[in-house]
């Protein structure tokens, strides 16, 4: 059989970046929307010789909100999950269960086949390296600063929490996160973050942003003010649906994938090298204290970064 570029792009996320052996069982949750890559994926699955399974579901409203009862317990079942799937499933109560049980969780949220294929072309040794290495900066840092030419002026503290490097090599029990990836993040400490970012690259739930930026105003670690035309009214509209908890600054995150483009979808977006993203909402599993169900990343282009006063990124360029 002649494989795709797809069928290439699945097998690099099955032994690859999952180091999925032989006698390995593989669960595929998609929905109705990227089921072209979840059947690829299923499929690819069966074709390496490994016990698989199949489930497609419909489509949920927003990023973290929890799938079914009855998928979150077949995750709990399978060494390798994969969940293709156009909402995020990564912060949520399932995918950290499973990985508590030392299930390998990978999530795709939002993927589209020119994504998976570009995004898995990538040199994960490469990114692995990066990501562990900025980690180990983020976990020797207290107070961040970030500056942009768009007007982001923006302070928060990391002093204490754990980094999470995503660097697309999940081969130990419980570890897990996006694909295609390329990213550290931590969570900045509640209440700590003060000032303006503005969201110039792309924003979850909405894409792109253009000429019209959104700029969201910072006090004790909470988004107080949101401006920025029609865009800016669907993230408030999106946010209040889940009360003030939604407003938390719930993640600061590096990119660092050399293949990543700036699209309109996050699962790529947040990846580029040379951008950073902050984000609203959920941070408890990145070690914060917050828990709902919506996480919303926003992209900042051209940033100049500081940890604890030195420069780390400038105009983009990474210095770590």
């Known amino acids: 059989m002649?494989?795709?570029?797809?069928?290439?792009?699945?097998?690099?996320?099955i032994?690859?970046?999952?180091?999925?052996k032989k006698r390995e069982k593989v669960l595929v949750v998609t929905d109705e929307l990227t089921n072209e890559i979840g059947?690829?994926?299923?499929?690819?699955?069966?074709?390496?010789?490994?016990?698989?399974?199949?489930?497609?579901?419909?489509?949920?409203?927003?990023?973290?909100?929890?799938?079914?009862?009855y998928v979150s317990e077949l995750m709990k079942q399978f060494n390798v999950v994969l969940l293709p799937t156009r909402k995020s499933l990564t912060h949520t109560d399932a995918r950290r269960a499973a990985c508590e049980l030392g299930t390998r969780v990978a999530t795709f949220p939002g993927i589209t086949t020119d994504i998976?294929?570009?995004?898995?072309?990538?040199?994960?040794?490469?990114i692995a390296a990066l990501t562990i290495r900025m980690k180990k900066v983020f976990e020797k840092t207290d107070e961040v600063r970030i500056t942009a030419p768009n007007g982001t002026d923006i302070s928060l503290r990391i002093g204490g929490r754990t980094a999470i490097?995503?660097?697309?090599?999940?081969?130990?029990?419980?570890?897990?996160?996006?694909?295609?990836?390329?990213?550290?993040?931590?969570?900045?400490?509640?209440?700590?973050?003060?000032?303006?970012?503005?969201?110039?690259?792309?924003?979850s739930g909405i894409g792109v942003i253009g000429k019209q930026h959104i700029k969201i105003t910072v006090e004790k670690g909470f988004a107080t003010t949101i401006t920025g035309g029609a865009k800016a009214k669907k993230l408030i509209k999106m946010l209040d649906a889940h009360?003030?908890?939604?407003?938390?600054?719930?993640?600061?995150?590096?990119?660092?994938?050399d293949k990543a483009?700036?699209?309109?979808?996050?699962?790529?977006?947040?990846?580029?090298l040379g951008t950073v993203h902050l984000a609203l909402g959920n941070n408890i599993t990145m070690g914060g204290s917050v828990n709902v169900?919506?996480?919303?990343?926003?992209?900042?282009?051209?940033?100049?970064?500081?940890?604890?006063?030195?420069?780390v990124m400038k105009n983009g360029k990474l210095l770590m």
């Open 243 to 257: 009360g003030k908890k939604a407003r938390n600054i719930a993640e600061l995150g590096i990119g660092a994938n």
């Open 2 to 13: 002649k494989l795709t570029k797809l069928d290439k792009a699945c097998r690099i996320a």
């Open 116 to 126: 998976m294929i570009r995004g898995l072309s990538a040199d994960y040794k490469k």
């Open 165 to 203: 490097a995503s660097k697309g090599l999940f081969h130990k029990k419980g570890e897990g996160g996006n694909l295609p990836t390329g990213e550290t993040f931590a969570a900045p400490i509640e209440g700590s973050a003060n000032g303006l970012f503005v969201v110039d690259g792309s924003m």
């Open 39 to 69: 059947r690829a994926l299923y499929l690819n699955a069966l074709g390496l010789g490994h016990e698989a399974l199949y489930v497609e579901i419909k489509s949920w409203e927003t990023h973290g909100q929890e799938p079914p009862k």
């Open 293 to 311: 169900p919506i996480h919303l990343d926003g992209v900042i282009t051209k940033p100049t970064v500081y940890f604890d006063g030195k420069v």
């Open 15 to 20: 032994t690859d970046c999952m180091a999925t």
């Open 261 to 272: 483009k700036l699209n309109g979808n996050l699962l790529e977006d947040e990846k580029v």
